[in-house]
């Protein structure tokens, strides 16, 4: 029921993003001038390898996903020992790099705003802020769900399936903000 849940609250998300999608393209369209000027602004070298960095935290995550469903929580050699390490590492792992991709974020927005371009400048500001902060919030909900996790491991006795649907359904919703983060970073970097 835990992982049925997850899925219809991550369709109702979907349609959330599916409503700044169309505000965009609608904003998008009747301003072509504006988004001219200001997709100048944006770095979208940076912005690839950011993207980079959150897909690959998906492949460290679906990675602990495999550890977790075959039970191992934990390391069974050294740290340096890749092929031994169990759930834990690979969500440290995907927590690092999702730590990684946020800081990328706000540098960028650091950047923008230096630029003079902040949430009320204009329309394709306040877009852009809106669209890319709300999937920020998604991933930083979706970090805090991977310290609970984690956290977990440190506490339990015995891993239980209990502990397993945890794993993977936060690996439900990681792997829609990064999803949805490659249709964001399409809409706003590519098709300028």
Not at 22 to 29: D, K, Q, T
Not at 103 to 122: C, F, K, M, P, R
């Amino acid at each position: 029921m835990v992982a049925v849940g997850t899925m219809v609250w991550l369709a109702s998300e979907l349609m959330f993003f599916a409503a700044l999608f169309a505000f965009y393209f609608s904003l998008r369209g009747n301003l072509p001038t504006q988004w001219a000027e200001r997709t100048e602004l944006l770095n979208v070298p940076f912005a690839a390898a950011n993207t980079l960095v959150l897909v690959i935290s998906s492949v460290w995550c679906q990675l602990g996903v495999w550890k977790a469903e075959r039970g191992q929580v934990a390391r069974t050699g050294g740290l340096l020992d890749v092929k031994g390490w169990g759930m834990r590492e690979w969500y440290v792992l995907t927590y690092a790099f999702g730590s990684i991709f946020i800081a990328g974020q706000v540098y960028e927005y650091a950047h923008l705003v230096h630029e003079g371009v902040t949430l009320s400048t204009d329309s394709y500001s306040s877009i852009f802020y809106l669209a890319t902060g709300f999937h920020g919030m998604h991933v930083t909900g979706g970090l805090i769900a991977f310290l609970l996790i984690i956290g977990r491991t440190f506490t339990t006795r015995r891993y239980t399936h209990l502990q397993e649907t945890g794993a993977i359904v936060t690996s439900y919703y990681w792997h829609f903000v990064d999803v949805v983060w490659i249709a964001l970073f399409a809409m706003i970097y590519l098709l300028q």
